[in-house]
Each structure stands twice: as C-alpha cells, then as structure tokens.
C-alpha cells in the first residue's frame, strides 16, 4: 500500500496563476483532509471532506476550493495564488470521524512558493 | 494567544541525552493528547497518543499529561540520533471530530553523535 500521495512535491507559481493538487489514498479512507504548515503556525486545516461528493470549509479556507468526486482523491485548488500561499500543504485521510477513534495518515507534502 | 503553544526549538542535545518536550494549552476542555514526529521533507506520524491525564510509556517514548497545568510533556530515553525531528503536539476535545484537532507548532530536535 502506498497510502497517501501527493502531486506534485514541488511547484513554483507566479502571483494570480492557478493550480491544483492532488492527494490520492489507497486505504479506502472516508475521511480526508487538507493543511498547510508554516513556520510558528502549525498544522492548519484548509478543507476536508467527510465522503466523497463532500466537503467542508476549515480553519484557513479562503483562497482555496477543493473536490471529491472520487473517494480516494482529494483535490486543492488555488484560483489565483498570492504570496501568502506559500507554504507546505499536507493531505491527510482517516477511518474515523473522531479525533480519538482512529489516526490521521499524512501525505508527503507538496512545497509551494509563489513569487 | 494561542490555543496550543510548543517552544519551536531548535533544541540540540548530545546522543544518550534524555530529552524533554512540553506544550502548554488554554481549552480546558482538551483530553486526548497526541505527539507526532516529522521528519524533514516528511509528513506527519503519530508517535504516541494519552488521555485525560498521567503517563503512557511506549519503549524509549513517555507521554505525560498534567491538566491541572494544562501542560503536556513527551520524554526520550537514551536519544539517538535517528530521533532528529520536528515534534508536534496536537489536542482534541472528547468526541470531537478529527476536523477539530489543535496542532502545535512543533520543536525541532537535533540529536548529535
């Protein structure tokens, strides 16, 4: 099993393009989720989706949109990057809803810097 | 002020050292307690998780929650270097969604030969 993915690792995107990435699961998680991690923020959820053909907004959602039209597949997209959306984003997929019923499995990471 | 707060470090020790990470949180409500480690360019892992308050020991690896502080701290025994990493503590709620974990900062550790 590979267990989360994501594409791509790295990218650099001038202010206003856009862009999506994409988290793949192959543990036929329900739940998936997607943060970014900045230096003396922590891990901050963005979006996350408790079933495919759901999602639901985070803490830190402006600026992106996300998809799940495929239960394994989780897709963040940014419309127009700015600056301030340089960053790690990490996508995570859990069996259970409850924080303390199951654990969150993490991806690798995508580095996105937008210049 | 923060929700969750974790000394980012970096904090350096010598190999065989035992090491002590700490956070401090305000929700009194916060009683499941987890530690991830992350290595560079890596995603998180869950390391070890406790309720409530005590201890948990899980080999070289201690949890301990102390509420009435609201303070939680994970020890390494005889740290070797292969433990450099970032640790993040992160908090939740009892029968909150996994949507609603805190997550620390993290501290950066260095473990030198």
């Known amino acids: 099993n590979a267990g989360v993915t994501q594409t791509p690792k790295f990218r650099v995107l001038k202010t206003g393009q856009s862009m999506t990435l994409l988290c793949a699961q192959d543990m036929n998680h329900e739940y998936m989720y997607w943060y970014r991690q900045d230096p003396g923020m922590g891990l901050r959820l963005i979006h996350y989706s408790v079933g495919e053909g759901t999602t639901a907004k985070g803490e830190v959602p402006d600026g992106y949109n996300v998809s799940r039209l495929k239960k394994q597949n989780f897709l963040l997209g940014l419309e127009s990057a700015a600056p301030s959306q340089t960053s790690v984003y990490f996508c995570?997929?859990?069996?259970?809803?409850?924080?303390?019923?199951?654990?969150?499995?993490f991806g690798p990471g995508t580095r996105l810097l937008v210049l | 002020q923060k929700e969750v707060e974790q000394d980012p470090g970096p904090l350096s020790v010598p190999e065989g050292a035992i090491v002590s990470l700490n956070c401090t949180y305000s929700?009194?409500?916060?009683?499941?307690f987890m530690w991830y480690r992350q290595y560079s360019r890596k995603g998180p892992e869950l390391l070890m998780y406790?309720?409530?308050?005590g201890n948990k020991e899980d080999g070289r690896f201690t949890a301990q929650v102390d509420k009435s502080s609201k303070y939680i701290s994970l020890f390494i025994r005889d740290s070797q270097p292969s433990d450099s990493a970032t640790y993040l503590c992160a908090m939740s709620e009892p029968y909150s969604s996994a949507s609603k974990i805190i997550f620390g900062s993290g501290t950066r550790l260095s473990i030198r030969p």
């Open positions: 406790t309720y409530s308050s």
């Open positions: 995570a997929s859990s069996y259970s809803r409850l924080a303390d019923q199951e654990t969150q499995y």
């Open positions: 929700n009194s409500a916060f009683q499941y």
